[in-house]
């Protein structure tokens, strides 16, 4: 085996090892920015739905008080009918985000897909 072909093989290796670091950093770079979106995006959730949730039951509440005693039973059913009536938009609304979000990943599978067709001929 010649020195040229062994030293041309080790340059390909090395090259093949440069390549998958570089994409294998890229992929740890955008896990650590899905993670940290992630993150923020339940523990805010989380915090909006606690405080929307304290807010709307303090004023179904409050409106039901307000009502006479005839009324009460009425008022309770619309503000029920009310809450499952915004749990559906907001369920129609999610289910339509979630289907317009990009991939996960996306740069880091276009990368890979890219380098496939560079290495098949």
Known sequence: MSAGLLESAQNLV???????????????????EELARLTTTILGGLAVLVLAALGL??????????????????????????FIAAAGVLALQLRRLAA??????????????????????
């Open 57 to 82: 039951a303090f004023g179904a509440f409050a409106l039901i008080l307000s009502m006479d005693a005839a009324h009460r039973l009425a008022a309770t059913i619309g503000v029920a009918l009310f």
């Open 14 to 32: 090395a090259g093949l090892l440069d390549l998958g670091r570089t994409r294998f950093e890229l992929f740890a770079t955008e896990l650590r």
């Open 100 to 121: 317009g979000k990009a991939r996960a990943f996306d740069a880091t599978i276009s990368e890979l897909q890219r380098d496939l067709s560079v290495i098949k001929p």
